[in-house]
């Protein structure tokens, strides 16, 4: 008998022991997730708990209608920017944030609020809300089985997707890319101060990537050129400009210099000429 209740105590002592020396056995219902993503100059991050519908009514039902919901499960969802960042309108500082949603069948509100401590949103107070606006609510093409954040990159700005079910709701987020970099065109560029060859290649590349003003994409690029004569990526540049305008003949006399350059030393170039050549005799064909 003693031998007995020796046993039983050294194997309870071993289930002690390793439950103080291990992680919880099973796996979360609702795992945690996270997405991040660099959009322009923005890194935009996601960090949440991740429910599954499991046949369960979901909108309406496990999630009820035009109530605060922490827009996902255990802790507070967060979302943060090292970057200010314009959303629903509103300037939002760099930080880090709790996303809130009201959903109601057609239109969700949508918000961000600075404190990031919470479980759930019992303890949800709209005094720290630091934006709040609508998003339409609509059928998804597709079911989600578990809560799904996605971003979606549209050039230097993004679209942030929230999906559960059958329902998805999608908000835009604008970094501030755009306007710095115009800033530095119009201010350092154009005016001729900056002296740097790839800032004025990487400015025309920036413009050519937008579909946008050309004529001052070309003009920074003879700009790096004149800098730096030998930037073969600025020759690059022009040839795309010039096949887009359809300036053939143009596009034919970049070709011309970047190959002047790339046979310099044409043992180490080889597939570049051939890639250009190729493009030569296509533009040859085109402009007759």
Not at 253 to 270: C, F, G
Request: charged letters at 25%.
């Amino acid at each position: 008998m003693k031998k007995i209740q020796f046993l039983i105590i050294l194997i309870l002592a071993g289930f002690q022991l390793n439950g103080q020396d291990t992680d919880y056995p099973y796996p979360s219902f609702s795992p945690k997730g996270n997405i991040s993503q660099i959009v322009g100059n923005t890194l935009i991050s996601v960090e949440y708990e991740r429910p599954s519908a499991r046949k369960r009514l979901i909108y309406g039902g496990l999630v009820p209608w035009n109530k605060v919901w922490r827009t996902g499960a255990g802790n507070c969802t967060k979302i943060a920017f090292d970057k200010e960042v314009t959303i629903g309108g509103q300037k939002v500082p760099s930080g880090r944030y709790s996303i809130f949603t009201i959903p109601n069948p057609n239109e969700w509100v949508v918000i961000l609020n600075k404190d990031t401590t919470l479980y759930g949103s019992y303890n949800y107070n709209s005094k720290n809300d630091v934006t709040r606006f609508t998003a339409v609510s609509v059928e998804s093409n597709r079911h989600y089985e578990t809560l799904n954040f996605d971003i979606e990159l549209n050039q230097h700005n993004a679209k942030m997707y929230v999906s559960w079910a059958n329902t998805q709701i999608k908000f835009d987020i604008e970094t501030s890319t755009n306007e710095k970099m115009e800033k530095l065109i119009r201010e350092e560029l154009l005016t001729g101060i900056n002296q740097v060859s790839n800032t004025y290649a990487g400015a025309a590349s920036y413009l050519v990537f937008r579909e946008m003003d050309y004529e001052n994409a070309l003009k920074l690029a003879e700009k790096a050129i004149e800098l730096d004569e030998n930037n073969e990526w600025v020759y690059g540049i022009k040839i795309d400009i010039y096949e887009r305008l359809k300036l053939y003949d143009n596009a034919i006399t970049e070709i011309n210099r970047e190959l002047e350059i790339l046979n310099k030393n044409k043992e180490n170039r080889t597939e570049e000429i051939k890639k250009l050549e190729s493009k030569y005799e296509r533009f040859i064909k085109l402009r007759k």
